[in-house]
């Protein structure tokens, strides 16, 4: 009887997450955008609905909710789930929208879909060998086997992301890096943008003019039969086009140029906006937070070994809600910077894939930051993968991307005042 | 050359719906090999013979100045991009006749390119709500241009075209529906062509002609040029 009560909290649980998916899909992701192929939105709302509710299961587990045998079913129900999902559903759909674009290939789609898909699980295989990852009493085609490799793919990914983040999140809150920025300073960039507009209109003019004539006086030879119009039509054009594709090269210099201001302005107009941010309520809070996770993140760099069990309880919950809710924002911009109506799909794909190796490779990470006592069932759960290897994994590439991180803000930081000394 | 002289039309639109092409279309009259991202704003210039065909046709310049982005974009692009919007004789607002929401962004588009002109007779927005007694008080000429007309099976057509017509009425403006990658929709003789030159002759007699009429002899065409 309570594995049914259970059963019905879970699979409400489970519709609220796919609702939730849904309309983050419908709301943000594709707000400009018309959906053709519901598949895509289904795909999406389902990884997302399974990859909330492994860290759901966590947490009722840690919290004692619901008798332990129908957690257990629970947990291997989902695994199974999400896995039929990342490794079979989500890259053939991504092969099958790819074929799709592609012209040539249209008319065969399904049958080049199932080509990439092979080869996409030849390369997912073979990525098992350099790695450590499996003790050689598994077989072929366990389920430890599949987990393994999405926990490497997911595990880099997470550390990368996590490096970055750790050294970007207070550079950006903290008051302490924010350039000085005046009105005045951006008032003089609009203005030499306006007036490189202005020149590459005068020039553009010129060339439309200057074609018009050529146009024109070329009607008129070709009125002019028999041998002096050839002559003459051979020694008057060449000037003409000479002087054109010098007037055309000094418009695509200009236009890059005003790229460049447009680009610039907007720089110095978003670290106004910030500026003026941090000068409100919210702002100073967020400031104070980004000193408060600025200690945190180094002690995390420099001391990634030491946890103390209970601390790292609540921290693992504060993980969880931050990463998700940054994972969705992080995935929004990068969505909008790179799609356009024909690859929305395929882009959708790759994040909803992103998204839910992300998920699982947490799940994997954070049996490090719980308690003792609860760390057995994740690892009854997932089979006897070898922890410490993804642990020591994830360490390095969360040390490599922090300071790669903090190598690449120190340059663009650097260089940023002195390109703004000009004005 | 003095800024009285310049005739200057903005082209608006969601990214994707074919701007570059189409202006590429309506300066070079050829179809643009190589589509990509516009960042900023791009400018290309046409030569329009204003009154083709009458005696007092002239040769003018009409600056289509291609404003690049969403409107779902950050507020420091929208504070940037305003910058284009000064002094604005005209508009063209494209969208995309295969994705509904494109046309719809219209609304917020016109919006945000009218409530920054500078001009006296600009409209006063008041909360983003929008009605066609603002537009039909609007004095910038608007034209309204549909794109990827190819793309659309000849079933749907008919719709597509309903739902172009009450756009065209909500924005007091005309409108063409053609494909940028083929020229042959703007032929000349054809009724795209007719409508393309009047909305042009529009925004020039706007230009010069919002003055006192006694003046409009004074300032001759000469300025065009």
Redesign the interface.
Known sequence: MSFFVDSVIMVTSQVLFFGFGWLFFMRQLF????VRQYVVQVVFSITFAFSCTMFELIIFEILGVLSSTSRYFHWKLNLYVILLVLIFVVPFYIGYFVVSNIRLLHRQRLLFSCVVWFTFMYFFWKLGDPFPILSPKHGILSIEQLISRVGVIGVTLMALLSGFGAVNCPYTYMSYFLRNVTDSDILAL?RR??QT?DM???K??R???TR?QMYQRGEEQNKQTGFWGMIKSVTSSPSGSENLSLIQQEVDAL?EL??Q???E???L??T??RIEYSKTFQGKYFNFLGYFFSIYCVWKIFMVKFWSQHISFILVGIIIVTSIRGLLITLTKFF?AIS??KSSNVIVLVLAQIMGMYFVSSVLLMRMSMPLEYRTIVTEVLGELQFNFYHRWFDVIFLVSALSSILFLYLAHKQAPEKHMSL | MASLDRVKVLVLGDSGVGKSSLVHLLCQNQVLGNPSWTVGCSVDVRVHDYREGTPEEKTCYIELWDVGGSVGSASSVKSTRAVFYNSVNGIILVHDLTNKKSSQNLYPWSLEALSKDSSPTGIIVSNGDYDREQFAENSVPLLLIGTKFDQIPENKRNDVLTRTAFLSEDFNAEEINLDCTNPRYLAAGSSNAVKLSRFFDKVIEKRYFTRDPSQVRACTFSVCM
């Open positions: 707000k400009d955008y018309e609009e943008l306006l507009m590459i209109v005068s553009k003019k060339i439309a003019m018009r236009e005003s790229r201001l447009f680009l302005t907007v720089d107009q978003a106004k906006e909008y356009s109506s």
